[in-house]
């Protein structure tokens, strides 16, 4: 008897065992999109004024499962007053904004292909010589010209 009793328990187990260890059945996915724009995911079909279409979960690849965490947007840098001023005149005076680029080309020539310059100071007729930061501080000067009105964006 107590041997009946053990195959029985055993039998049970066993039972058990088989039916809790059963592969989850496929079953129909529907996805549809609704008026908003939002896709839905269900094992229920939509209402009949959507069109949805049916998937089956067997051919469903699973996605990797983590956490991925938020990366901050940069803001874009603004702009400083001389491009500002740059853009202003672009937009206002084309023929303008010609001008400076192409003189500051012709100046940056200038500058870049001779050592000995001199220039003209305010209120006095007689030149000056340049001395070689001030040539630096004008081939730097008349670079930023070109870069804000010769580039077209």
């Not at 039972?15 to 996805?31: M, N, R």
């Not at 991925?68 to 803001?75: G, L, Q, S």
């Not at 005149?89 to 020539?109: G, P, R, V, W």
Request: net charge negative; charged share 25%; glycine share 4%.
């Amino acid at each position: 008897m107590l041997m009946k009793t053990n195959l029985s328990v055993v039998f049970l187990g066993f039972v058990c065992l088989v039916l809790l260890t059963q592969p989850v059945l496929a079953g129909a996915i529907y996805t549809w999109v609704d008026k908003n724009g939002v896709t839905h995911y269900s094992q229920q079909p939509p209402t009949q004024e959507q069109q949805a279409q049916q998937l089956n979960s067997n051919d469903l690849e699973p996605s990797k499962i983590g956490y991925i965490a938020p990366v901050k947007k940069e803001a874009p840098p603004e702009m400083s007053e001389s491009e500002k001023s740059a853009a202003l005149i672009k937009e206002k005076d084309a023929k303008q904004a010609e001008a400076i680029c192409e003189n500051a080309k012709h100046n940056l020539d200038v500058l870049t292909t001779h050592t000995k310059l001199t220039r003209q100071e305010d209120g006095n007729k007689e030149p000056v010589a340049m001395t070689e930061e001030e040539r630096q501080a004008a081939i730097t000067e008349n670079q930023q010209r070109i870069k804000l009105f010769c580039n077209k964006k």
